[in-house]
T-cell receptor
C-alpha cells in the first residue's frame, strides 16, 4: 500500500522567511504526490501535484514542491512566507483501490504558523 | 461557482439516531468520496463511488452506508449513530482518468454524536 509521512506536527516561521513543510512517501511503482491546504473551518484546497516530469512543481499561492526520488521526499516550499499562509497542510499520495478507483492517502498534517 | 456543497454545516445528534449527510457536486465528476477527519489521524476514506450506480468501501466503512443514484449526489448515512462517529466529514470528487487525480473537497460537516 502507498503511504506518506509528515514528520512535523507544527512548523513556525517568521513572515518573509522561506518555509518548508516536509513529506516523505512510500510507494510501489511511480508516485503521484499532492499537497493540500486547509484553512480553519474550511475544506481542503488543492495546491499542487507531481505526476511526472520536472522535479520542481509550481502550484497555487506561490508554493512549490520538490520531488526527490532518492530521498523519497516531496517537501513543500515557499520563498517568502506570509501570515496568511498559516494553515494546516496535508501531503497525499495516489492509491489505487481494488476496483481501480483513484484514492488519496493523506498524511496526518502539519500546522504552519507564520509569525508576523 | 462550480464546486461541492455539503449539508448540514454542523449537527448535534443523539446516539442511536439515523442521519444522512448530503453532498452535491456540479463539476460532472465521475468519482466521489467520503472522508472523516479526526485530530492526529488526518483524513480517512469511508466510502467511494467510481461512477453513478457503483459504490465501494474505504478504510473505515463500518457504521456508514452510501448510495450513488446519479452523477451529482452522494449521500452518506449513519444508520444508528455512535459517539465514535463524532468527526468532521468531507465529501470530495475527482474526474476519472487522465490528469484527473486530484480531488476537490466540500466545506465539510461537523457532526457531534452525544
Amino acid at each position: 500500500a502507498q503511504s506518506v509521512a509528515q514528520p512535523e506536527d507544527q512548523v513556525n516561521v517568521a513572515e518573509g522567511n522561506p518555509l518548508t513543510v516536509k513529506c516523505t512517501y512510500s510507494v510501489s511503482g511511480n508516485p503521484y504526490l499532492f499537497w493540500y491546504v486547509q484553512y480553519p473551518n474550511r475544506g481542503l484546497q488543492f495546491l499542487l501535484k507531481y505526476i511526472t516530469g520536472d522535479n520542481l512543481v509550481k502550484g497555487s499561492y506561490g508554493f512549490e514542491a520538490e520531488f526527490n526520488k532518492s530521498q523519497t521526499s516531496f517537501h513543500l516550499k515557499k520563498p517568502s512566507a506570509l501570515v496568511s499562509d498559516s494553515a494546516l497542510y496535508f501531503c497525499a499520495v495516489r492509491d489505487m483501490l481494488p476496483t481501480g478507483a483513484n484514492n488519496l492517502f493523506f498524511g496526518t498534517g502539519t500546522r504552519l504558523t507564520v509569525i508576523p | 461557482i462550480a464546486g461541492i456543497t455539503q449539508a448540514p454545516t454542523s449537527q448535534i445528534l443523539a446516539a442511536g439516531r439515523r442521519m444522512t449527510l448530503r453532498c452535491t457536486q456540479d463539476m460532472r465528476h465521475n468519482a466521489m468520496y467520503w472522508y472523516r477527519q479526526d485530530l492526529g489521524l488526518g483524513l480517512r476514506l469511508i466510502h467511494y463511488s467510481n461512477t453513478a450506480g457503483t459504490t465501494g468501501k474505504g478504510e473505515v466503512p463500518d457504521g456508514y452506508s452510501v448510495s450513488r443514484a446519479n452523477t451529482d449526489d452522494f449521500p452518506l448515512t449513519l444508520a444508528s449513530a455512535v459517539p465514535s462517529q463524532t468527526s468532521v466529514y468531507f465529501c470530495a470528487s475527482s474526474a476519472s482518468g487522465g490528469e484527473g487525480y486530484e480531488q476537490y473537497f466540500g466545506p465539510g460537516t461537523r457532526l457531534t454524536v452525544t
